[in-house]
């Protein structure tokens, strides 16, 4: 080595010693820590796992005239899946897997089930905040079914930032629930980088003139998508 090449690369001939040093002792672990990829699930271990989890319910499924091999199969049959509703109800709480309870989530993801399912998927969502894909597909099951009487959990939810993303669904059923309340949480989401694009909708919906000069303002917004949703918001709202 140089006399340059030591003085641009000092450290090289430290470190190297350094590393030598940490592998004759139990240090050398703890050394390499920080440099280890992430601990992944291996895939045969995890689909495993959702086998062993979806096994009980795809049992009793069957037993209740659904023959299928996974969970999310009754939204494939081609026919109503209604009398499945009081296992998937059942197994809500039950299961500890996210991907099956995600699964049964997005079977309950329709509108004819009313009521049946909203006070138990809205303890899901709050139970959920660590798992942003499970707590989206919730979020998303709420905007679709029947939240009449649940309407100011949804609101105090969309105000809640720990759930961030898993909120944008949400916030589209404030354009359903209405009223003063929701619109007041909607008008402070258009704030929210998050969930300005579900917030415009959801004011369109209402057809909010308390949301005519916030719209406008986001009419030269950097997000060309903002622009065009604002734009469209403001027309429903004008004819409204």
Request: aromatic letters at 4%.
């Amino acid at each position: 080595m140089t006399w340059e090449t030591s003085r641009l690369y000092p450290i090289l001939p430290c470190k190297n010693s350094l590393i030598r040093g940490l592998s004759m002792s139990s240090d050398f672990e703890r050394f390499l820590e920080p440099l280890k990829p992430p601990n992944r699930q291996d895939p045969r271990e995890r689909a495993e796992a959702i086998r062993k989890a979806s096994e009980p319910i795809v049992r009793e499924l069957a037993a209740a005239g659904y023959e299928v091999m996974s969970v999310g199969d009754v939204r494939h049959l081609g026919r109503s899946w209604e009398t499945a509703l009081p296992v998937l109800l059942r197994w809500l709480p039950l299961t500890t897997n996210a991907v099956v309870k995600e699964e049964i989530v997005r079977s309950l993801s329709v509108p004819w089930i009313g009521r049946r399912a909203t006070a138990q998927l809205i303890k899901e969502f709050k139970s959920s905040a660590q798992d942003e894909s499970l707590a989206w597909a919730i979020g998303n099951a709420l905007s679709i079914v029947d939240v009449t009487g649940f309407e100011k959990e949804i609101l105090e939810l969309v105000r809640d930032d720990k759930f961030g993303r898993a909120r944008q669904m949400l916030v589209m059923t404030l354009g359903k629930i209405g009223g003063r309340d929701a619109e007041d949480v909607a008008l402070s989401a258009l704030q929210d980088k998050d969930l300005v694009l579900h917030a415009i909708d959801a004011l369109g919906a209402m057809h909010s003139a308390r949301a005519v000069l916030p719209l406008k303002e986001l009419l030269h917004h950097n997000k060309p998508a903002v622009r065009k949703a604002a734009k469209k918001a403001l027309q429903a709202t004008t004819k409204g």
